[in-house]
């Protein structure tokens, strides 16, 4: 019975894929989704972005932040099918060129990553933060950027990174 | 007087821009054509016999390519230490937590296989199941393994001096007992593995997220019975470890066993409450401390018994019960002393080894009861640290050789930047200050396996390419060893290129483990450097028409000590090495093993535990809500001798890292399971620090400079985990009045407590 029954939900799924059109970092590409694919597995998976990375699947941990139209949002949270004529950046998109942000060069030059894994989601908050307002205060960063975890650098040389953008003569807007 | 140039340089890590830009490839980022995607089925039981295993539905299941049992495969145990194995990839008789493995399948998508992991019924015969290590021992108890009577797979007993002498000829005798709870390493990445096999040539390759990339070669080899030399380990980035991915696990052996039966590539990714459930945890622990003092606070005898909460398998079991029992021998002189420890199998989630290794829970409870014992006997808790302190060149009573240490500076530094004097016992009711220290090895010394290997490469371009086994796994290994070849070849960062941790490439290395990679690896591409100048310097004293003892090196610059105008560049050397018809490249080989009597077991023998030891002292500053009941910690402050750093921002990054990571063992974090069910697998429910979390921070470096680590350096990863918990814990105490003796201190716990003290206080007004 509990085979039939997934194998019924499975058949569904399948049925109900279709071809959606994300436009991602200002290129579109074609994804076969089903209704219950995430933007996080669309972007991963099938258009091969890895830079947006899984840490939990369960909007807990901000590995997977990208912007959408502007705001900040959790990929795994996502439905890739909602995502159609929205304006996706993921961290690939933002150091196009291969010039880093001024915010990445920051992060790198602070020590503000180690294993790297949360760092693209960082990049992504931030980045968010920074547009919307430039010269954010520390207590400002912290609040914002507390829906990103990392475990290994305790988050100091984090602050501090972004507190340079934001200290910067130009701030963050960029 | 020390003149360096790359060495001690705050030096972005080497891959910091591929990280930060998402280029960066971690395991579960890789994809290869053809790849099927794994799945495992668990137990829902904690504690049972399979009786029988229905794989038809799943196998029907289009789409599925393979479904094996525990039944399917070799029966072969697996495990870190040699003599402990007792895991299966797969369970073949008896499940021991839930969580264990039963089960895999793989199919051509990750829905697929998850739906066909699903459809496999297990049938199981319940078996009474014992979740309390201090249960697990008593007569009667559940067997978790058939094999191991009182459920105690690995113990170890150690004496030095006179115990009983020593109580008799101690002026107090305390005895307290503590808890320490599960914590989880929770690292950003998920455990992947993706395995490749060569059908023609008989090859296997695996992409693991590990953190011992030979040890695991060696494991798949034993299980899978597939030789050595035909398997290649690569780490790729891997997104932190703190030591749950030492261990071999059942992602890595089922992805081979498919993609060598299938003659496809396969991949397995653990979801978040795999990682929490079905990988390691740091072992809870009881302990009981009984201490003989002075009336001055001198710790004449100390007596030690802790049982070790190991779940249903080994994992590290008899190296973190031995590392649990040598590091109660430091930071403090104790003449005579008695450690017991067990290591108890439950019917819960696997202990193993995490930052600290089996020392932070004895730490806990030795800082928390010098505290105590200052109290009662009325001394200053910081002047009775300083009245026991280790130093340098003492004779030492399991045969440390301490080398250098700034111990009691690190006392007297800390005390003294946290305003001990004037704040300790004097700040306002609910704000207090605690300080607690700590020690720890630049990794292991007498054990096998412990060598590491490097190969240095100088082409006729001068590009300097390493190839060194150690495992980066967010650290920062491979920047620090770039940079100690950097500084002893005498080049410029951009120069260097390092290549590691590929089991096919790259010489052997213990891996990441006890906090010895620096030292370790390290020296051995300090000793590879040295090999590099053996060969080049000859060409260079020609050209410079000096000894080569007289050479000085740095930035492609080669002069003459003392008259810098006498230089030559090296591209010009590299190009005379050429004209003498030498044979490029240059390959120097280099590699290191700690200085060891013999590669022994230290469960057995006493012996210098590692090639040099790092000391701490940490001190924090806290507020307690009393209406809330929540702790917030104001201040952490840290006193290090980490000797010489190779890069001190690497060094701030670790010690900021672990003191979060001590807050959290102090405060938050607990993988609390209910008769063997976990409740809080999640980033959600479990809870660490998050930036709002975040402590003004202050690190005080104390300088030594140690005769065995590469330029002076000491460890500078796990030490600085050890002291942050109970620093926090009794400086709560100096806030509100109240002794924890476990872990975490809650909200609950502390207005709980608060309550109590009113009544108390309105009962003694009656």
Redesign the interface.
Known sequence: MAAQEAGTQKGLSMDRKRVLTLNVNGDDYEVVCAPNTTLLEALREKAFLTGTKRGCDLGACGACTVIVDGHAVLACLTLAADMEGRTIRTIEGISEGGELSPLQQSFVDHGALQCGFCSPGFIMSATELLTENPHPERAEIQRRLAGNLCRCTGYVKIVEAVEAVAQGAEGGAR | MKVLNVVGQ?V??H????????????T??L?LPGMLFGKLVRSTIAHGRIKSIDVS?AKA?PGVKGVITGMDIPDRVYGIVPKAKDEHALAREKVRYIGDEVAAVVAVD???AE?AA??ITVEYEELPAVFDPLEAIKEGAPLVHDNTPGNVSAQIHKEFGDLEGGFAASDYVFEDSFYTQAQN??????HAALASWDALNGDLTLWSATQIPYFLKRNLSTTLLIPEQNIRVIKP????G?GQKIDMFSKDFCACWFAKELGRPVKFVY??EEVFQSTRQRHPMYLTVKTGVSTEGKIIAQKITAHADGGAYNSTAPLMITLSCFFVMIPYKIENLVYEGYHVYTNKPVGGAMRGHGIPQPRFAIERQIDLIAKRIGVDASEMRLLNAIEAGEPHPAGFIINTCGFADSVREASRAIGWKEKRGKLPFGRGVGIACASFPSGVANMSHLASGCVVQLSSEGRVSILSGAAD????AETVIAQIVAERVGVPMEDVHITAADTGLCPLDAGTFGSGVTVRAGNAALNAANDIRAQLFPVVAEALGCEVDEIEAANRLFWVRGTPDRSVGMRDVLRQYQYVDRSLPIVGRGAWVPPADSATTLLTNNGNLSPNYSFMTQAAEVEVDLETGRVNVIKVLTAHDCGQPINP??V??Q???????GIGYALYEDSTCIDGQQHNP???DYG?P???E?PE?EGIHIDTDDPIGPFGAKEAGEGTQLAPAPAIVNAIADAIGVDFDRLPVTPDMILAALKKRREEAVGEAR
């Open positions: 705050r972005p890590m891959d910091a821009a591929a990280k930060i830009t998402g280029q960066a490839r971690y579960d980022d994809t539905k299941l990750q829905e697929t739906e699903r459809l390493h929770a690292p950003m990445e998920p980035t891997v997104g932190g703190f979801d978040r796994i967010g650290q920062g921002m690497l701030e990054g010690l900021e890292g672990s003191i979060l990571g999640s980033f959600l660490f998050t930036m709002m975040l921070m």
